[in-house]
């Protein structure tokens, strides 16, 4: 499942426990002033707060909006200098 709806429903059938923690979470990242985002178990974006948006925007990057990261591995946001760094830890 690669899609925050789908693991929304997941959620929802398996514990509604553990959707009202993913709807709270989600909240607070959005609510934040800080640059979030969501990961998944290949290093896919799966989520960008609008910190994110703001960050890009400020930037002049619209190419790196939220929206447009959404499926992209987190590396190729990585400047290819700290590669090596995400390497080591990942």
């Known amino acids: 499942m690669d899609e925050p709806l789908e693991i929304l ?3 929802r059938r398996h514990d509604g426990s553990a959707t009202r923690w993913l709807i709270d979470l989600l ?3 959005e ?3 800080n640059v ?3 990961l998944d178990d290949q290093l896919r974006f ?3 707060n609008s910190a994110w948006d ?3 925007d400020s930037n002049d990057a619209p190419e790196l909006s939220g929206e447009s990261v959404i499926g992209e ?3 190729t946001c ?3 200098v700290l590669a090596g760094a995400y390497d080591r830890t990942c």
């Open 31 to 33: 609510e934040s002033e």
């Open 27 to 29: 909240t607070t990242l």
């Open 9 to 11: 429903l997941a959620l």
């Open 36 to 38: 979030c985002y969501l």
């Open 46 to 48: 799966i989520y960008c």
């Open 78 to 80: 990585v400047p290819h």
């Open 54 to 56: 703001r960050f890009a």
């Open 73 to 75: 591995t987190l590396m």
